[in-house]
């Protein structure tokens, strides 16, 4: 009996012996560990790829996008449409992204793409204006007609082959922060125009902002809307 009590005693005092190890090597020491080699290595990174104004200010994380709309004119009106602030270059589509005016604070509404397959509302394989309210080709339609007319300006018309796909659908996330370049180029004149600038200028800023494939091969050439709304702020202000 009291072998069995004794033995019974060194299992539980080397169970909490271990656990306590295990809790200091595994909830303490690893933690640290890895932490430390995350801010010494990938500071950028590991503090969540934050994006800072002229002024120090963070503004947001080049990992997530952001929309860039005007005020609503009854902020009581959940209904109401956003309206796109043409000062800005404007990001991919989509319900996702939170709304921001000032590029300086957002809020996350949803995460999420529209699960509807790519020929949603397509008469004989075709998106065409006649398709059905609510479905992806009506959504593409409009999305495209809205760029059209926002992008064109008095010197400067864009055709409909200009429009690429990324300006007129949305991510598998809902949240993706590039936009092609040639979305950002379609954007130019009329940025240019709306904040009293060269377009000599605009396209310096969008090409300085361009990043190409990793490693030359991997991915697609894209334009971070934040990073280049930042500078793009920055140059209206100097």
């Known amino acids: 009996m009291n072998n069995s009590v004794g033995n019974t005693a060194r299992l539980i005092g080397a169970g909490l012996r271990a656990l ?20 010494a290595l990938f500071n950028d990174k590991a503090n969540g790829s934050e994006i800072k104004d002229k002024s120090g200010n963070v503004v947001g994380s080049s990992l997530i996008g952001q929309t860039y709309n005007l005020p609503k004119k009854d ?26 005016s000032v590029n300086t604070q957002y809020s996350l509404i949803l995460s999420g793409a529209t699960n509807r397959s790519a020929d949603n509302g397509a008469v004989n394989g075709q998106c065409t204006k ?11 339609i409009a999305a495209k007609e809205a760029v059209i007319t926002d992008n064109s300006t008095a010197g400067h018309t864009v055709k409909p082959e200009d429009v690429p796909a990324d ?58 809307v934040l990073e280049l709304n930042t500078a793009l702020k920055a140059l209206t202000k100097s």
């Open 20 to 39: 306590l190890v295990l809790t200091v090597i595994c909830g303490v020491i690893y933690p640290l560990a890895v932490t430390g080699i995350a801010q």
């Open 75 to 100: 902020p009581n009106d959940a209904d109401e449409a956003a309206r796109p602030d043409l000062k800005w270059f404007q990001p991919r589509p989509s319900g996702g992204l939170g709304t921001n």
């Open 130 to 140: 006649g398709a059905e309210e609510g479905t992806l080709c009506a959504q593409v």
């Open 167 to 224: 300006a007129v659908t949305s991510s598998g996330s809902g949240l993706d922060p590039n936009i092609s370049p040639a979305y950002a180029k379609l954007q130019i004149h009329r940025v240019a125009e709306q904040n009293k600038l060269d377009v000599k200028q605009v396209e310096k800023l969008v090409a300085d902002h361009t990043t190409g494939r990793a490693l030359g091969f991997m991915g697609e050439p894209r334009v971070n």
